[in-house]
Nanobody, 124 residues
């Protein structure tokens, strides 16, 4: 079993920055693909970013590309999401997730483990 705990959410003004962290524990493996998703009220959960086990390959949704940066530290079992130039439409609950098996990294249904989520609110 793997446990994921997010932290770092909060309230920020438009144009500001936040740094989300995800701490993994349990039977975590550095070979897992790690991802961040978000869900706004009344909307489906959507892909934000993912990172390969080595940390070399990084993937972003179009709406965060150039503003958000994902990184991981396998020695510490942590994944971070640096969010800059935040916009009100970035307001959502952000979830950290781990994918063990095959399947699209962009598909939330392919991730086996999830954190509880952390709220990010961007005011205009």
């Amino acid at each position: 079993q793997v446990q994921l705990v997010e932290s770092g959410g909060g309230l920020v003004q438009a144009g500001g920055s936040l740094r989300l962290s995800c701490a993994a524990s349990g039977r975590i493996s550095s070979t897992y693909v790690m991802g961040w998703f978000r869900q706004a009220p009344g909307k489906e959960r959507e892909f934000v970013a993912a990172i390969s086990w080595s940390g070399v390959a990084k993937y972003y949704s179009d709406f965060v590309k150039g503003r958000f940066t994902i990184s991981r530290d396998n020695a510490k079992n942590t994944v971070t999401l640096q969010m800059n130039s935040l916009k009100p439409e970035d307001t959502a609950v952000y979830y950290c997730a781990a994918k063990i098996g095959t399947g699209s990294r962009y598909d939330a249904a392919k991730y086996e483990y999830w954190g509880q989520g952390t709220q990010v609110t961007v005011s205009s």
